[in-house]
């Protein structure tokens, strides 16, 4: 399959018969998104995604309403404040993009008190009252350093960018860079630069460190960062090495000029945005009375060298390669949970 959209489960679902019926039981349910960054592609696809789904669902009658809000810093203590605000307004359910897997902790814990059902994903919290819909980040890390390990037998230095600082995502993507060297040991880490998933960042980022740099034949990311990097290679005159890419419209639009000029290879590697979609289904079922395992996961999604036109096919101007999810998809992820 030439673009690996492993989570593409409507297929599964219908041979499965899984009913597709919400129940009357959430008619009258509120749900908020609570979301602590905006600043790039990413993030305003995931918002899309909540708006176009659950707006939906509200006219079906599915629940009563389904807002969204985002804090205007990534800062933990503005996001708490956010969700104790959630907490008197008396929503029903909480879905959480978390800027710290820890600092929201008590604001989570508050909200489960007052009856109140919290689903986080993407930046997820370890409160154990909270539901989790993640990826598994580390694996995405160490994949990067098995597609390289193929091209580059012989090892070389990479560079890393690291995402947003404090989050769950970036601790375990780095976490699992780490241990792809561990296991591939002729490759060598020789400096790490933050790049905030943004590309204005990782390229200000890269570029101030590349003067300093030797050879590097890769560049190990977390998304967003990808064109960036390679604007700085350019802008340097440095040839340009493997840069690992996140899934961006401009970086598959980016590969295909290179991959049509010269040959380039690459990979790229990301969540996709709509899983805000299927965290708000999970919030859903969960109101509905189902018994939901607290701990779901949804594999990544992978663009490799022969899917790239078929990918940016699909992929909106300035938007991000997207999977958005369906009740009957939430409940599959939720029964499979359970084997």
Do not use: H
């Amino acid at each position: 399959m030439k673009t690996k959209l492993a989570f593409l489960l409507s297929a599964a679902v219908l041979a499965s018969g899984i009913a597709t019926g919400a129940s009357a039981e959430t008619a009258d349910k509120t749900i908020a998104l609570s979301n602590n960054y905006a600043g790039n592609s990413w993030r305003q696809a995931m918002l899309a995604s909540w708006e176009k789904i659950t707006k939906k669902a509200v006219a079906d009658g599915i629940v009563k309403s389904a807002d969204a809000f985002t804090t205007a810093e990534n800062q933990a203590t503005e996001q708490a404040a956010q969700i104790q605000n959630m907490i008197l307004q008396g929503y029903s359910a909480i879905v959480v993009n978390s800027a710290s897997p820890t600092a929201l902790n008590g604001a989570v814990k508050e909200a489960c008190d007052a009856g109140i059902i919290v689903v986080s994903f993407d930046g997820i919290v370890t409160e154990p009252c909270a539901w989790r819909v993640a990826v598994d980040f580390k694996k995405m890390g160490a994949g990067q350093l098995d597609y390289l390990a193929k091209r580059y037998p012989d090892g070389g230095n990479l560079l890393e960018i690291r995402g947003l600082a404090g989050t769950s995502v970036d601790t375990e993507i780095s976490e699992g860079i780490a241990s792809g060297v561990a296991a591939n040991p002729k490759f060598k880490i020789v400096s790490a630069v933050q790049g905030d998933w943004t590309q204005t960042v990782a390229q200000k980022s890269v570029a101030g460190v590349l003067p300093s740099l030797p050879e590097v034949v890769g560049v190990v990311t977390q998304g967003g960062d990808g064109f960036g990097a390679a604007e700085a290679f350019k802008a340097a005159g440095r040839p340009t090495p493997t840069i690992i890419l996140g899934n961006r419209d401009d970086e598959l639009r980016w590969w295909k000029a290179q991959k049509d000029a010269s040959g380039y290879e690459t990979m790229s590697v990301s969540i996709a945005p709509g899983v805000s979609t299927l965290a708000f289904w999970v919030a859903q079922q969960i109101l509905d009375g189902q018994d939901v395992p607290k701990d779901l996961v949804v594999p990544f999604l992978s663009i490799d060298q022969a899917g790239l036109e078929t990918s940016l096919e699909t992929t909106e101007a300035g938007g991000v390669a997207n999977v958005e999810y369906t009740l009957d998809d939430a409940k599959k992820v939720i029964a499979d949970a359970k084997k």
